[in-house]
């Protein structure tokens, strides 16, 4: 009897700000995606600076879980097997958070397109593949999934 090898799993550290849907994350992985371990953070960002320091974070919170639910639901239902958590408005602790008991071996960064975006997203970007030495990579998404 001839065994075919088991597929390897690959496992990403998805970080995004906008819903993803199952379609999308695989344009973005490429080739092997669909056999990815998938874990998101979606930071709780706020829309401005001045939200960020005179506001409530509830809002924030609650988007962010929004986005965590919705990307996570689509993504299971496709048969993709993904967790997630909602972090802290600080995106590279909440990266940090979500790789204490996740060891990812490539990082996927999902930011709204150039004048979308919320405070601190452009924050996503900076210093993560040297501070967490994995490979980073970047992509765009319009809010919609």
């Known amino acids: 009897m001839v065994y075919a090898p088991a597929p390897i799993s690959v496992r990403i550290l998805v970080c995004t700000t906008v819903p993803i849907s199952a379609d999308q994350l695989g ?13 998101v953070v979606v930071p709780a960002l ?18 962010a ?3 965590r639910k919705r990307t996570i639901g689509a993504l299971v239902h496709a048969g993709v097997d993904a967790t997630g ?28 397109p150039e004048g979308e975006r919320k405070h601190k997203e452009d924050d996503l970007l900076e210093n993560i593949q040297e501070r967490f030495n994995v490979p980073t990579e970047r992509a765009e998404l319009s809010g919609h999934a």
């Open 85 to 112: 958590e909602t972090g802290e408005s600080e995106p590279l602790q909440a990266i940090e958070d979500a790789m204490g008991n996740f060891s990812p071996e490539r990082i996927l960064v999902v930011l709204h």
């Open 46 to 63: 706020n829309e401005s600076a001045l939200a960020h320091w005179v506001s409530d974070p509830d809002e924030a919170i609650d988007d």
């Open 27 to 39: 344009e973005l992985l490429g080739p092997g995606g669909e056999d990815a371990t998938v874990r």
């Open 65 to 67: 879980d929004a986005i």
